[in-house]
């Protein structure tokens, strides 16, 4: 199994940045999928969520408006869009996969090795 976070990189602020994540090894359609974040220091974050057949997408109140989540099942994808970057939106950006098998109580649950993003003039 593997999610691998590509796209970080050193944005100024206002600019823009596209985080993806390609999943392997597992039935990603079947997933929900999320995307947290963990700034220096801090707890990590939930930021946005995107349902298995990515109907729903909801997000955190901090990014809502300007962050836009999407998925690609048909290519084992999930993305981040990040528009008008502040500061306080640099972090470590990890993917998450969460499957729960309500029948068998089993949970199952899959993260990414993150990728940096740093919003900075």
């Known amino acids: 199994v593997q999610l691998v976070e590509s796209g970080g990189g050193l944005v100024q602020p206002g600019g823009s940045l596209r985080l993806s994540c390609a999943a392997s090894g597992f039935t990603f359609s079947n997933y929900v999928m999320t995307w947290y974040r963990q700034a220096l220091g801090k707890e990590r974050e939930l930021v946005a969520g995107?349902?298995?057949?990515?109907?729903?997408?909801s997000y955190a109140d901090s990014v809502k408006g300007r962050f836009t989540i999407s998925r690609d099942n048909a290519k084992n994808m999930v993305y981040l869009q990040m528009n008008s970057l502040k500061p306080e939106d640099t972090a470590v950006y990890y993917c998450?996969?969460?499957?729960?098998?309500?029948?068998?109580?089993?949970?199952?649950?899959?993260w990414g090795q993150g990728t940096q993003g740093t919003v900075s003039s």
């Open positions: 998450n996969a969460l499957d729960v098998i309500v029948a068998t109580m089993r949970r199952y649950e899959y």
């Open positions: 995107i349902t298995s057949a990515g109907d729903i997408t």
